[in-house]
């Protein structure tokens, strides 16, 4: 008799982009072709631990069923990439699509290189198959900035012509991000600082301090001002900032980002190094949400990390952020809703997709024990949603004290929440976002009980059927 199937990890994330086991941190390189698209990441595919880091492959025709393909990027020994194949992008050059990333050697501490591969087969809607170039075409950081932290590039196209951001960090403890012109892939010429820890926006949207901005993205809005996002680094990962401003062509044909607004990208304190993808109509995100628990909890689990679900992201007219799921991810819901209104509690599976409107003062529990509950409390009047967790002691960073976030006030403040495993990640009035890891016990008893004036839908999330 063949031993039983081990019983799924309930931590574990279904429905989200994750390896199969081990170690997975920054989604790289987001990119549509032919038809499907396709999502890199940071993967150690040997243990869960930060060692070793590799490009693991999905893709998907609908961003919800996630095919694993086999890995796309290895260090090479000897190479430029020898002690990893960090974090990058995918582009289209000229009909071949193009990984662009960092390698870094055994010695590089903190000071990458900038590396190129390409699909061999750019016929094959997988692209199942990557061959990297030998040479860095970006040996280091440009001469005389002192810069002691440089990875992460970012291509995007603005006014005809391609161009490059990649994040830094100063000898002097300034973080920046820096320009190339690459119009020529193989060929970059370096353009100037784009923005650095100086600019007085910068330093107010962000607060926490910085040493370095890593993974800096770039995407345009529906209003036509370009949003750049930056994750925040003190020698560890931190937290994520956006700003909202606009980008222009100066007289020397570089370019100029000037911002006027900007704030936390999530507010939570599980969400680090994102990735955009432009499409024709949006732009869509895609988040790492690490583990918050102790490091022989995750070496047990065998696996550590997830990808938050795609967000479409955007600015209002004031600059501030637009957030929502994917509308894609509805595809993950049951046929019914389990839930329709408050009153009685309501049992909640290990994944489901549930919506709050209050009109009045609410409070939600989404998981409970005997002396301690996980709660939102919902405040239309004040414009305030509050996630309290702090009956979870977490590790990391942040510690568990309730989260506030805050949103303009007015009738029905509607919060959206995607749970998926010990993943949560709250919509607040398509206005902020907020990740946070909360791993169940044994004693927990996880049931939906809504207090208060409200509306409430809820679905299970299962696997879409086969279209």
């Not at 820890?197 to 993205?217: I, L, N, R, S, Y």
């Not at 995750?298 to 550590?304: E, P, R």
């Not at 919902?378 to 309730?402: F, K, M, Y």
Request: aromatic share 8%.
């Amino acid at each position: 008799m063949s031993p039983a199937a081990p019983a799924p990890d309930p931590d574990a994330p279904r429905f989200r982009v994750r390896p199969p086991a081990h170690w997975i941190n920054d989604p790289n390189g987001p990119f549509r072709w032919r038809g499907r698209h396709h999502l890199f990441y940071q993967h150690n595919p040997a243990a869960p631990v930060h060692a070793d880091v590799h490009w693991g492959h999905v893709s998907s025709p609908d961003l919800v069923r996630w095919e694993h393909h086999p890995i796309a990027l290895t260090p090479t020994p000897g190479g430029p990439d020898e002690a990893g194949c960090w974090s990058g992008c995918v582009v289209d050059d000229g009909g071949v699509p193009t990984a662009v990333y960092t390698g870094v050697d055994h010695a590089h501490t903190g000071l990458g290189t900038i590396c190129l591969a390409r699909a061999n087969d750019p016929a094959d809607d997988r692209l199942l198959a990557w061959r990297p170039l030998p040479v860095p075409v970006v040996p280091g950081p440009p001469p005389g900035l002192d810069v002691v932290m440089f990875r992460d590039p970012f291509v995007f196209r603005h006014a005809g012509r391609r161009w490059a951001l990649v994040g830094a960090g100063h000898a002097d403890g300034t973080p920046s991000v820096l320009l190339y012109d690459c119009e020529e892939l193989t060929d970059w010429r370096f353009a100037g600082v784009l923005l650095d820890g100086h600019d007085t926006v910068a330093a107010g949207a962000f607060g926490e301090k910085a040493v370095g901005w890593e993974c800096p993205q770039l995407f345009e809005t529906s209003g036509g001002d370009h949003v750049l996002v930056v994750s925040l680094w003190d020698g560890n990962p931190r937290t994520t900032g956006y700003l909202t401003g606009r980008l222009a062509v100066t007289g020397q044909g570089g370019l100029a980002y000037v911002p006027r607004t900007g704030g936390r990208l999530d507010h939570g304190r599980d969400f680090y190094a994102p990735a955009v993808l432009q499409e024709p109509g949006r732009a869509l995100m895609w988040g790492w949400s690490w583990e918050a628990r102790d490091e022989a909890a995750v070496l047990a689990a065998g696996w550590a990390g997830t990808l938050t679900a795609p967000r479409v992201v955007d600015a209002g007219p004031d600059g501030t952020l637009r957030v929502v799921p994917a509308p894609e991810l509805e595809l993950l819901r049951a046929d019914r809703p389990f839930a329709t209104g408050p009153g009685r509690a309501v049992p909640l599976p290990a994944a489901y997709d549930l919506t709050v409107t209050a009109y009045g003062a609410t409070t939600v529990t989404l998981l409970r024990s005997a002396d301690r509950a996980l709660t939102l409390r919902l405040d239309p009047d004040a414009g305030t949603v509050v996630l309290d967790r702090s009956g979870w002691p977490r590790e990391g960073v942040g510690g568990s004290a309730p989260v506030t976030v805050g949103v303009p006030s007015g009738p029905g403040l509607s919060v959206r929440l995607l749970a998926d495993g010990s993943l949560l990640e709250v919509f607040v009035a398509d206005r902020a976002t907020l990740t946070e890891r909360v791993y169940r016990r044994p004693v927990d008893v996880a049931e939906l009980l809504v207090e208060g004036d409200a509306e409430v839908s809820a679905w299970e999330q299962v696997p879409p059927r086969r279209g």
